[in-house]
């Protein structure tokens, strides 16, 4: 079936190219993305595929601007400005809600052509985090317990927070992170105030840089706003702050930045539990009942 699939997902991107000057962004199991300087009714090319390879096609979604990241992992704006956003780290619902009203922003400004606005909101966020003006119960990770805690691996929060709660199967908890601890594993915590606000840069950071990055903005010069350093990774994986020469890995120690989150009489409720961005039509043809 997969051999099979796949020749004829080659003969759709043939048909697609030769017959209608479509450019071929990628395929994937059972579908294939094209763009096109052209207006196209997206029928034809549908219609040509059902007569010369005798399957099933749909045509899923037309954008008008889009953002591809890698295989499925995109963001799409329909003409009548629906966002379709699949497989991006922003919009996983573990995330704190903070990082999402971010990103759910930048998409905004990135479907309203405001880069201005795009670039202000995204350095606005940073600051935010760095005066501890954001409210503590939207920097909490959540997850779902599918399993025992103690059916988790030690160093996940999981079993680290679903243990100290004692949580049943099913139960939703809800943490922050504290950074690296001494035995170089990550921390967790259920307290806000033990929360590092370099972790949190650091981490929202990661959502954002490669979607600003296919948007052409300057992101080196925003890294160096933001962190007034610049962010590698090292040969273990781990976070590192680069200063000149100066290297410090981030394990547990907190900078004055974070302890603001314990001495700024913040009010919170702790029960509230490498494809190029493109702004062309986008036509998926999707191969269905393939058998």
């Not at 370099?198 to 490669?210: A, G, H, N, S």
């Amino acid at each position: 079936m997969t051999a099979f699939a796949r020749l004829k997902l080659l003969e759709m991107k043939q048909i697609a190219n030769d017959q209608f000057q479509m450019n071929i962004i990628y395929g994937d199991t059972a579908s294939i993305f094209v763009s096109s300087k052209t207006q196209h009714d997206h029928n034809l090319p549908v219609a040509a595929c059902k007569r010369s390879l005798g399957v099933d096609v749909d045509h899923q979604n037309t954008f008008v601007k889009s953002i591809f990241l890698s295989k499925k992992h995109y963001i799409g704006i329909q003409a009548d400005g629906k966002v379709i956003i699949k497989g991006i780290e922003g919009k996983k619902r573990d995330r704190p809600p903070f990082f999402k009203q971010v990103f759910d922003q930048l998409v905004d400004d990135y479907k309203n052509n405001n880069k201005s606005n795009l670039i202000f909101n995204v350095l606005k966020a940073f600051k935010q985090l760095e005066a501890a003006e954001v409210d503590p119960s939207l920097l909490a990770y959540s997850v779902i317990l599918n399993k025992d805690p103690d059916d988790y691996q030690s160093y996940t929060p999981q079993y680290k927070i679903g243990k100290s709660l004692n949580r049943a199967p099913g139960s939703l908890i809800k943490y922050y992170k504290t950074g690296q601890q001494e035995d170089g594993y990550k921390g967790y915590s259920t307290n806000y105030q033990d929360l590092d606000i370099d972790v949190y840069k650091i981490e929202l950071w990661k959502l954002i840089k490669d979607v600003l990055r296919l948007l052409d903005c300057d992101v080196q010069k925003l890294e160096d706003k933001i962190f007034l350093t610049n962010i590698e990774d090292d040969n273990n994986g781990y976070d590192t702050i680069i200063s000149g020469t100066r290297y410090m890995r981030k394990l547990n120690n907190r900078n004055d930045v974070s302890n603001n989150y314990k001495a700024n009489n913040i009010q919170t409720n702790e029960s509230l539990d490498k494809y190029q961005s493109l702004s062309l039509s986008h036509l998926v043809l999707a191969a269905s009942r393939i058998i």
